[in-house]
């Protein structure tokens, strides 16, 4: 099946017992069995498995081409997840010098505490990587494009220096979306991802997903999955799967939108410089390119009167509404260094601090533009 095809119907075949086309909400918490041990339907409690949830695994898993995907309970419970699975005490990960402030926060704060050691590096520098490899390294976090900069990396290259230094390649797929651009295939071992964003997409949940290449490292996971508990319940996964059935039509209207708003900033007076890479002068477009279907929904630009002036206009604006997330129909506009990356603030992945991020929603491009145009002429 084509992606458009399979986000509609992998894993979501009618009920048997209705006929219903849409997968029913599963709302247990436990299952009848026939005599102790004896599972009627292949499920007996809900953390471990549930109906609902397990066909949203099934989709993820056919929408990235891997072997398995598992759901979690938010982006951040399944980045937990997966570095306690594939890491121990002493071991190594690099992450990228412009991580997203939640996967910095976890590594910094959490992950340390618990003897795993992390190096930032530049991963569109490949030498920096390599330099940057130990032989305690047990993987190579990748986020392309990343958050809030939308710098682009290589992922075969990356997946070729992870698997020479005895690692894997782990991608964070969120601001893609497996619509426009799928890390396995490109030889990554993992894509996880924010859930919450592009594959919801409506703003009304909180998940996450891991989907993997090797279906060992699958079992391995869901076992760390029903051990931790860290799961989605049958409503939120019911969420996640109804936004993918239009996760190809929302994204190629986002990032059709956020080309046309990047185009329209490159222009403007009052901004220094725009991120994004669907711009020819972005240092990441040719590969951009080559490694995606379409460039995305998310713009960073830096305010060219500095600091003050990015927080003015992130309060002035009215269709873009001011709130942390992204990926929602709706667009979205914040100051990354006070609000999402916050805990990168006197760290080597400090952003700066002129930067705003939008997520550019689904409305009419012109109301958009108008939006932003207002709220950068009214300043002072």
């Given at each position: ?232 319940g049958a409503f939120d996964s019911w969420l996640v799967m109804r936004g993918i059935k239009t996760l190809g039509v929302r994204m190629e209207r986002h990032s059709r939108n956020a080309a046309q708003v990047a185009d329209w900033l490159v222009g403007h007076p009052a901004v220094e410089s725009v991120l994004f890479p669907g711009l020819p002068g972005h240092p990441g477009h040719d590969l951009a390119k080559r490694q995606m279907r379409g460039f995305g929904g998310m713009v960073s630009f830096l ?78």
């Open positions: 099946m084509k992606f458009e095809t399979a986000a509609i119907h992998a894993g979501q075949e009618p009920d048997p017992v209705t006929g219903s086309v849409v997968m029913p909400i599963y709302q247990t918490s436990t299952y009848a069995q026939d005599g102790v041990g004896g599972l009627r339907s292949g499920y007996e409690y809900s953390r471990t498995g549930n109906p609902t949830r397990a066909a949203l695994e099934t989709c993820l898993a056919v929408l990235d081409g891997g072997a398995r995907g598992l759901a979690f309970a938010s982006g951040m419970a399944a980045e937990d997840t997966l570095v306690r699975t594939m890491c121990r005490p002493g071991d190594h990960v690099i992450i990228p010098g412009d991580a997203y402030g939640g996967t910095y926060r976890l590594f910094a704060a959490v992950l340390s505490h618990w003897g795993i050691e992390h190096t930032p590096a530049h991963l569109s520098d490949l030498a920096a990587v390599k330099a940057a490899m130990r032989p305690n390294t047990r993987l190579l976090w990748c986020e392309t494009p990343t958050n809030p900069l939308l710098s682009i990396a290589d992922i075969g290259a990356l997946a070729e220096i992870a698997h020479t230094g005895g690692a894997r390649l782990v991608v964070d797929n969120t601001f893609a979306s497996p619509y426009l651009q799928q890390p396995l295939a490109l030889g990554a071992d993992v894509a996880v991802y924010s859930t919450t964003k592009y594959l919801g997409g409506h703003s009304d949940v909180v998940g996450g997903a891991v989907v993997v290449a090797d279906a060992g490292l699958g079992d391995e996971l869901a076992y760390a999955q029903n051990a931790v508990g860290a799961i989605p305010v060219a009167a500095g600091e003050d002036a990015a927080l003015d206009l992130c309060s002035r604006t009215r269709i873009f509404v001011l709130a942390e997330s992204l990926g929602g129909v709706e667009s979205l506009i914040e100051h990354p260094g006070r609000m999402t990356h916050a805990s990168t603030a006197n760290s080597p992945l400090q952003v700066p601090a002129s930067l705003v991020r939008l997520s550019v929603g689904i409305e009419d491009i012109d109301d958009l533009i108008a939006d932003l145009d207002r709220a950068m002429s009214s300043r002072g």
